[in-house]
Antibody, heavy 118, light 112 residues
Framework: QVQLVESGGRVVQPGGSLRVSCAVSGFSVSSSGMHWVRQAPGKGPEWVAC????????HYADSVQGRFTVFRDNSNNILYLQMDSLRVEDTAIYYC???????????WGQGTLVTVSS | DIVMTQTPLSSPVTLGQPASISCRSS???????????LSWLHQRPGQPPRLLIYKTSDRFSGVPDRFSGSGAGTDFTLTISRVEAEDVGVYYCMQGAQFPFTFGQGTKVEIK
């Protein structure tokens, strides 16, 4: 059974850093494309970043390019999103999602709330 | 970036009746591998989105067959053949043909 469980969301000040995690079970993060998608309060989803199964390719939304980094721990089957230089507009629920590097998201986690506020 | 435009943005529907949502992309979503990467997702309040349809018309595992997707190029449709109470929520189309992946604005489906 495929499960994705995010954690690490909290309140952080503008300019600060935060790392959120996505613990995966039922498949291996090293065998699948993995994505981060966020959703600001009352808004639609916004794709943030993704990593190909073999880690040879990564893509980021322009809004986070240079500030966010996606990486993983294969031995523990965990996907991470390192977020630096956080801005108020980064406030959102952050979801990890499984899916082909190009295409669609077939399984989603429940999300973790990141609030950037002074 | 590819812009995704959904219509309508709100859809009051009658239980047992059909409903449809349209989605138009600003560029063709057809890829050189022969697939067209348009997917449909459903989100209930307080829940993550869940995949209904991928590659325009493929129904995801466990999705009831009253949901169907159609279209090509830049014009796509999600159809619910007979709306049930559990179908309320917001529906999003999403393109996965080109980075950055982008979503439509969402269509809120509610029961009349």
């Amino acid at each position: 059974q495929v499960q994705l469980v995010e954690s690490g969301g909290r309140v952080v000040q503008p300019g600060g850093s935060l790392r959120v995690s996505c613990a995966v079970s039922g498949f291996s993060v090293s065998s699948s494309g993995m994505h981060w998608v966020r959703q600001a309060p009352g808004k639609g989803p916004e794709w943030v970043a993704c990593q190909r199964f073999d880690e040879t390719l990564k893509h980021y939304a322009d809004s986070v390019q240079g500030r966010f980094t996606v990486f993983r721990d294969n031995s523990n089957n965990i996907l991470y999103l390192q977020m630096d230089s956080l801005r108020v507009e980064d406030t959102a629920i952050y979801y990890c999602a499984k899916g082909p590097y190009g295409g669609y998201f077939d399984y989603w986690g429940q999300g973790t709330l990141v609030t950037v506020s002074s | 970036d590819i812009v995704m435009t959904q219509t309508p943005l709100s859809s009051p529907v009658t239980l047992g009746q059909p409903a449809s949502i349209s989605c138009r992309s600003s560029q063709s979503l057809a890829r050189s591998d022969g697939n067209t990467y348009l997917s449909w997702l459903h989100q209930r309040p307080g829940q993550p989105p869940r995949l209904l349809i991928y590659k325009t018309s493929d129904r995801f595992s466990g999705v009831p067959d009253r949901f169907s997707g159609s279209g090509a190029g830049t014009d796509f449709t999600l159809t619910i053949s007979r709306v049930e109470a559990e179908d309320v929520g917001v529906y999003y189309c999403m393109q996965g043909a080109q980075f950055p992946f982008t979503f439509g604005q969402g269509t809120k489906v509610e029961i009349k």
